[in-house]
């Protein structure tokens, strides 16, 4: 097994998007995000062509200011993403209707022979991190700000265990708190969601004995009012008093929506910032093997500002057997967003760049894709 550590960089979690993304102009786009276009045209090197690709909602705001850029760049180029969520982006990928898929969690044991498949006998489909960011646990209770939630308390939660807001559990985790005696109103996603298998990943880690379970893409836990997309678990949560979810953090920023800070593994209560979620992306390690990088978050991570509920989404496409008609454009396109130029953009739209040397490791894999 390959595993290889690597180290920092920063900023953000992505949005709903669902679109064909066209040309546009330099600047800030209607979805609100903020390319620089202009920088970023001297490092792109053009090919010309379609593309399909579909996939993840969380990384769709940094594919939508890809797109800008690269399409402004070169002219020739037509690059449609589409959202509809992780799992149905896999699915597609899997059937051959799009060029690759943007996940926010790796091919599992059960999909990979699909894609191999996909990618025609003897090839394989790998997994590339490319966009990362936090998942908030966002919640709607008038007049309490800070809200302080244990990974054990969210685990009862959502789990249907803990119904009110004035519960002692929650009482113990905001000691000096005025809790209201609200009914709690749990919003998860009801649709296949990498959202939905790295919150309940961070649960099964860091709440063992409380979330039983297990770790999936489609909400497992009973109860709840199921929503599809975080943009409709995002509006639950806002429209319902005592309301809680979870949602990448942008969500949350653009509806206004407050977000708790989270317990992680050292028992300290975390916000979802750049610098936190940084710090625990630090320890993460690389566990595929020749060229695919899917990696391994480290839920024993011993940096107490380590925000444990990370995302990180993956473009899955062949390492080889791709489409000859549309293979220039496939590593033209993501050896620009995996380069230092495309990872750059990040920042302002609300994203964390990856780390450098894993950076480093998806631009080399990307080279060598036929």
């Known amino acids: 097994m390959n595993i290889a550590r690597f180290g920092r960089k920063a900023p953000l979690i992505g949005v709903a998007l669902a679109a064909t993304l066209a040309l546009a102009a330099c600047g800030s786009n209607s979805n609100g995000t903020s390319t620089p276009a202009a920088s970023a045209a001297a490092s792109i090197a053009c090919a010309s062509g379609t593309l399909t690709a579909s996939g993840s909602t969380a990384q769709a705001n940094a594919m939508s200011a890809w797109i800008k850029a690269y399409q402004t760049a070169c002219s020739g180029a037509t690059i449609n993403y589409g959202g509809g969520g992780s799992g149905a982006g896999v699915t597609q990928f899997q059937q051959g209707t799009v060029d690759f898929a943007g996940s926010d969690f790796a091919l599992s044991a059960t999909q990979q022979p699909a894609a191999d498949a996909r990618c025609g006998s003897g090839n394989r489909a790998i997994n590339l991190p490319m966009v990362a960011g936090a998942v908030a646990v966002g919640y709607n209770l008038p007049g309490v700000t800070g809200l302080q939630l244990s990974a054990a308390t969210l685990a009862k939660i959502f789990g249907g265990q803990i119904t009110k807001w004035d519960d002692p559990a929650i009482k113990a985790d905001n000691p000096s708190a005025t809790l209201p005696s609200t009914g709690i109103q749990t919003y998860h996603r009801s649709d296949g969601s990498g959202t939905t298998y ?66 992680n593994g050292m028992g300290a209560f975390i916000e979802p910032t750049t610098a936190n979620v940084v710090s625990f992306l630090s320890k993460a390690t690389v566990v595929g093997t020749n060229g695919d990088l899917a990696l391994a978050f480290d839920f024993t991570n011993t940096d107490p500002s380590a925000y444990p509920a990370a995302l990180v989404t993956y473009e899955i496409v062949c390492k080889s057997g791709n489409k ?36 480093q490791q998806v631009s080399s894999a990307v080279a060598t894709l036929a």
């Open 198 to 263: 790295n919150f309940v990943n961070y649960l099964s880690h860091d709440a063992k004995a409380d979330w039983t379970y297990g770790v999936n893409k489609n909400w497992p836990a009973p109860g709840g009012q199921g929503a599809k997309g975080s943009s409709a678990v995002a509006q639950g949560v806002k429209s319902t008093v005592g309301g809680i979810g979870y949602f990448e953090l942008s969500y949350a920023t653009q509806n206004s929506i407050s977000t708790a800070k989270i317990g």
């Open 324 to 359: 000859s008609a549309q293979l220039p454009l496939i590593k033209g396109f993501l050896t620009y967003t995996s380069s230092l130029a495309g990872q750059g953009i990040l920042d302002s739209n609300g994203y964390v760049k990856l780390p450098a040397a894993l950076q």
